[in-house]
Structure formats: C-alpha cells, structure tokens
C-alpha cells in the first residue's frame, strides 16, 4: 500500500523554501536494502555493508572480495565509517586517499576503487546526487623500476646458492661453507626453479599442477596450465586451488623442454605418503606447497646479496628470452597474456645495447665524404651503396 506524507518548508523567499524543500525530500529517499533503509543519514559502513553484500561471489571471487573486505576494515571504515552519506565530501575522501598513499600506493588505488563503487551505489540508489568519489585528485604513480630479467652469470649463482641450500649448507661471509644443523630441505625449491624457468608460469600456478595436467608420452611433452593456488588472507581461510589461471584468464597449454620433463618424470616415479589431490608439489601430509613457504625458502637459499631475484623473475626472464628468439607474439603466447601490450610493458627487459645499423648509416657518412661542402643526392648515394 502506497502511503503519502506531506512534506513542507520555508524559507526567507519561494526559491529558498523550493531548494529547502527538494533538500528536505533528497534525505527522505527510502531505500529497502532487505536488512536496512538507506538515506543521507545512514551511516557509511552501512552503505559499505549493502556494496560487499551486493559484491559477494560469484559475483567477484572470493579472493578479490576478501582482499577489498580487508582493505576497506583496516583503511577506509576507521576514518570515514561512521560518518553519515551526507557528511562525506571530496575533501574527506581525498584526504583519506592521500593519506592511505602516502603508506602504501597500491592500497590507496584500491581504497579508491572501493570508495567509486560504494558512493557509486548511492547515487544508484537515489541517495546522493553525485559520487564525491570521483572528484578527487589523481594519484601519483609510483615510480617502476626498469624490467629486468636474470642474465646467464645471475642464473649460475641462483642456481649455485639453491643448490647449496638443497644440501643443508649455510655460505658465510669469508666463503666457508658450513652445514646447517636439522633435516635436509627437499628437492622442492631447486625443481620449482626448473618448472618457471621452463614454463614462464606464475609461482602459483607452479605449485598447482597436477600429474592430470601433464602429458609426458606426447613429443614434445606438454604441460597445461589450467589453475592457480589462492593464499588465505581472511582467518579461517585455508590454502586452496582455484580451477582457472588468475583473473579468469583462459587455460594455456605449453611445450616442455626436456630437462623439465625429466623433472616431472622423477617426481611422478617417487612414492609419496598421502597426495589426495594429485599435486606434483605436496607436503609430507598431503596438502597443496604454499607459494609463501616456498618464497621464504628461496629468501633464504639466495640471501640478501641476490633478494632482487624473485620466483617472478623468472617469468620476466621468460619473456625477455623468448622475445628475443622468436618475437613479442611468442612471448605473449607462452605467458597466456590477452594482449602483447602486457607483455611488452610488464615483462620483457629493454635492451640496453642497440643492433648494429652501421649499414644504414653509412649512407650519411658517404655524404658528407662525398659533398665537398655541398649539399648531395642521398637517395643516389644510397643507391651506389647498396651496387657495391
């Protein structure tokens, strides 16, 4: 049953009583959220609430849900939750980003992802007239640091260093090598090297193949990269495998040299105690190899001199090599990027040597060789180059 009030106001003249009026009758916009009424005197954190109960999976993933739940708690709901919608101007959104930037960059650009769609939701609804989210000013980028892929001398002392590791042994600092005391590491850090350095694969999509997604008795062998382990970021989340590549992007197959082939081939003959998932990396009792122990594991093989060198290095080595042998498509391909521009932005190392075009630029020096102070037929000179 529809049910109307009379709404009135004043005003010192008939244009101020009809803006206080629409004021009057903009906070009185009911919206029925199923748990709560919305309007300019609602709370922000119970916008917030309405937004990430319209945002739950699968309408997002889980983990992309989880991480903008988490940054709105620790970042956004402490400074501008408990103000009401109608309270919250561009100015305090700003200062909220800037703030949040000025620690950490990349939460700053997710806080203002967040704060778009919830004030974006408002004006959906009718509370706001406009978002004060998207008057704020922009964020500086941070400065990237220069693509940079691991030369043939780097790779000989990251191999080195795992290889050391792999042994239980500790280099000291005047070169003496000691035993670490405890059980021996397994050969798990050293053939996860092999697999990214042959696959140009995410560390969690490494660590998520299963025997299933590899086919050794094809030639060449093949491996599909069809998933990819999600880190628990909220309490009571546990280490899982998602069954797609990171942002739904779609599965790629791709070729393995033989010396990874040779890796899968081993791991595949050795016993195992329990592998309920099938997995080609498994703890001792049966869960999926966490990318975070094994990133702590390879910090501390390689040790500080070499930090610069990450699991995600050898993607970008990937890429940079394979450039370089086949082009930018080829690279693109074997990464499974959607498009090259990814891979040429992100991934592959600049050149720091140009080619040799000293034949091209002959033609200028023939020139001045051959003018005498006057000005010459380039096009002709070029010609006579190329004759001789």
Same mark, same amino acid.
């Given at each position: 049953?529809?049910? /109307? ?15 206080? $009026? ?34 739950? #999976?699968?309408?997002?993933?889980? *983990? ?29 959104? @700003? ?29 959906? $609804?009718?509370?706001?007239?406009? +978002?004060?989210?998207? =008057?704020?000013?922009?964020?500086? +980028?941070?400065?990237? =640091?220069?693509? %940079? ?7 000989? &002392? ?7 590791? /792999?042994?239980? &042994? ?10 670490? #005391? ?5 050969? @798990?850090? %050293?053939?996860?090297?092999?697999? $990214? ?19 050794? @008795? !094809?030639?060449?062998?093949? $491996? ?9 970021? *909220?309490?009571? =989340? ?31 003959? &050795? ?41 995600? /290095? ?14 930018? =498509? ?12 990814? !891979? ?26 051959? +003018?005498?102070?006057?000005?010459? @037929? ?7 180059? &190329?004759?001789?």
């Amino acid at each position: 049953m529809d049910i /109307s009030r009379l709404v009135e106001a004043n005003g010192p003249s008939a244009d101020s009583a009809r803006r206080t $009026l629409q004021s009057k009758l903009q906070s009185r916009v009911y919206v029925d959220t199923g748990a709560a009424a919305l309007t300019q005197k609602s709370m922000v954190k119970e916008l917030a609430a309405h937004w990430f109960e319209l945002k739950k #999976p699968p309408n997002v993933s889980q *983990q992309t849900y989880n991480h903008y739940l988490d940054v709105w708690r620790r970042l956004c709901e402490p400074r501008i939750g408990e103000l009401t919608i109608s309270e919250v101007t561009v100015g305090k959104i @700003d200062g909220l980003l800037r703030e949040i930037h000025g620690r950490t960059p990349s939460f700053a650009r997710h806080a203002k992802v967040l704060c778009r769609g919830i004030f974006g939701e408002a004006v959906r $609804l009718d509370i706001i007239n406009r +978002s004060p989210a998207l =008057e704020v000013g922009r964020l500086k +980028s941070a400065k990237r =640091e220069p693509t %940079r892929a691991v030369s043939d001398a780097v790779f000989a &002392e990251v191999l080195r260093a795992i290889d050391r590791y /792999s042994r239980g &042994e500790t280099l000291l600092a005047d070169g003496s090598v000691v035993v670490r #005391p405890g059980p021996r590491p397994s050969a @798990d850090l %050293r053939d996860a090297l092999i697999l $990214l350095l042959a696959t140009g694969a995410r560390i969690g999509e490494v660590l998520a193949i299963k025997y299933d997604d590899v086919d050794l @008795d !094809t030639a060449p062998p093949q $491996l599909t990269i069809c998933g990819t382990l999600v880190t628990p970021r *909220q309490r009571g =989340e546990t280490l899982h495998r998602q069954t797609h590549r990171k942002g739904g992007a779609p599965n790629v197959t791709v070729l393995l040299p033989q010396f990874a082939a040779a890796v899968l081939q081993r791991r595949m003959n &050795e016993p195992t105690f329990a592998n309920p998932h099938g997995a080609v990396f498994v703890t001792s009792t049966g869960n999926w190899l966490s990318p975070s122990n094994l990133r702590r594991s390879w910090r501390a093989a390689l040790g500080p001199e070499l930090s610069w060198v990450t699991p995600h /290095s050898c993607r970008r080595t990937v890429a940079t090599l394979v450039k370089r042998e086949y082009g930018i =498509e080829a690279a693109q391909e074997q990464l499974g990027h959607g498009s090259t521009a990814i !891979t040429e932005a992100h991934y592959i190392e600049r050149a720091s040597v140009a080619r040799d075009v000293r034949a091209a630029l002959t033609t200028y020096g023939l020139a001045f060789e051959q +003018s005498d102070g006057k000005v010459m @037929d380039l096009e002709r000179i070029s010609s006579n180059n &190329e004759g001789q």
